[in-house]
C-alpha cells in the first residue's frame, strides 16, 4: 500500500489496533475495515481484503500509537479516527463480554481518544455519527443478496458487472 498518504496509513493502522486490541480480528471486524479501506483509498477492485491483511500484520506490532496520532493532522482527521476506531469497537461483541463493547477494545478506543485531545463535544459528535451509520438499516437489495449469498442464486453486490441486479428478480 505505498499510495497511501501518511495520515491514511496512520488512520487505517489506528483503528485496526483498536479491533486487534482484544487478540481477536472478527470477520466483522474485517468486513468493516474493507469497507473503510474500499470507501477511502484508491486501490484496484477485489484488493481491499489483501490491503485489510496487510494492515492486520502491521498491526500485531505494537505500534507507536503517538507517532500515528501525530501523521493525523488536522482535526477532521482526528474526528474521523473517532468516528472510525467507535465503529470499530462497536462492530464485534464476543459471547463472554459484559458490555457491548468489548473491554479491550474500549480501553485500546479510550486511549486512542486520550491521545487525540479533541474537545468533548468533538469526540461526542464522532461517535454519534458512528453510531448512526452502525444501526443504518440494509436496504432491500442488501437483504435479498444477505438471504440468497452462497446459494449461486445472486450475484455479489459488490460486483458491477454487466447484469444489473435487477435482472435476476
Known sequence: MPQLTPAQRALLRLVCWVAMADGDFAEEEQVLLQKLVARTLPVPAGTAADAVQT???EALQQPDLEGLVADLGDADERQLAVKLA???ACINQRPDDASAINTAEKRAYRRLVELLDLPEAEVAEAEW???QELEQRPGLLQLIAGALA????WPALEDHG???????L
Do not use: I, K, N, Q
Open 129 to 131: 455519527a458512528g453510531r
Open 150 to 153: 452462497g446459494l449461486g442464486a
Open 86 to 88: 467507535f465503529e470499530m
Open 55 to 57: 494492515l492486520a500484520v
Open 162 to 168: 454487466a447484469v444489473p441486479p435487477g435482472y435476476w
